[in-house]
């Protein structure tokens, strides 16, 4: 019984670290993913201070590290090869567009580095850090319509679209298809009837969709559930190590109790 006792014991010493291993293994960030997440970074702060050709060839480095991740290991899905891509591509041209003011150029860039983001990220992605500004530029609107202020309500309307469109890939990437369906519908819908929202009181209704929808967007529990193989690991070493400690017990109190019969049976033989 102790030869098995010694057995269970070392399988519980080799199980544990492996498990570990293995899960640590699956938690590793996708090869590649920070490096490119650095690179975003480097790119919004060159374009910040105006370092456009600097920016330039950082995103060309970007494009050749994209590419050699995505051949050597896969980690995107095609929709987020499709968006990244197509972010990375208009950031490209809005630096080299002459034509562009600076914060065009910015949003543009910034609108990449947060799909970026979005995908390198596990909790709380940067692309949320803007629910104060979205929901406060989107609130003004609100307030200039029951003001019946036209002018004032387009004005906030376009900045409410600008920075809705720099969030627009991320939202993409990381909001289920329904949800984000319904939230650019609806944003597509007051942007093009504006002016009828003061007309019609069915299309204010539609605004105040708008914003539920942004607050369950931005209202998401980005909870840090474990992941299954967690649980696995959790669950198999925590019974090896219950059924380890259960059956030394089992034996002790099965030893105590025959040292017990055995003394008890000395004593009646005096």
């Keep these: 019984m102790k030869a098995k006792l010694v057995l269970l014991l070392i399988v ?46 950082i995103l060309e480095y970007f494009s050749n590290q994209f590419s050699s991740v995505t051949v050597s290991e896969s980690p995107f899905t095609i929709d987020e090869r499709r ?14 567009n002459t034509s562009l003011n ?22 709380e992605p940067m692309w949320t850090q803007m629910e104060e500004t979205v929901m406060t530029t989107y609130r003004d609107m609100e307030n200039a319509v029951l003001m019946e202020d036209k002018e004032l309500y387009n004005e906030k309307l376009d900045m409410f679209i600008s920075l809705y469109q720099i969030i627009y890939p991320s939202l993409k990437l990381d909001v289920s298809i329904a949800q984000f369906q ?11 009837y504006r002016l009828q929202v ?36 959790i669950i198999s070493t925590g019974s090896i190590i219950i059924l380890t400690l259960s059956y030394v017990g089992f034996r002790k109190y099965l030893g105590d109790k025959e ?3 055995r003394a008890r049976q000395k004593r009646d033989n005096i």
Excluded at 21 to 43: F, I, M, R
Excluded at 102 to 120: C, G, T
């Design 83 to 96: 968006i990244l891509t197509g972010a990375h591509e208009e950031a490209v041209e809005a630096i080299t």
């Design 102 to 123: 600076e914060d065009e150029r910015l949003h543009s860039v910034q609108k990449f580095r947060l799909a970026v983001d979005a995908v390198s990220s596990g909790q």
């Design 12 to 57: 519980l010493i080799m199980l544990t670290p492996y498990t570990f291993s293995v899960y640590a293994n699956q938690q590793s960030p996708k090869y590649g993913l920070e490096e490119l997440d650095t690179l975003s970074d480097e790119v919004l702060q060159l374009v910040r201070s105006e370092r456009y050709d600097d920016a330039k060839k």
């Design 259 to 261: 040292e017990k019969r």
């Design 182 to 192: 319904k939230l650019n519908s609806l944003v597509e819908f007051i942007s093009t």
């Design 198 to 233: 003061f007309q019609n009181k069915q299309n204010q209704e539609e605004l105040q969709s708008l914003e539920a929808e942004l607050q369950d967007v931005f209202n998401q529990v980005y909870e840090d559930e474990a992941d299954p193989s967690l649980w696995w690991v």
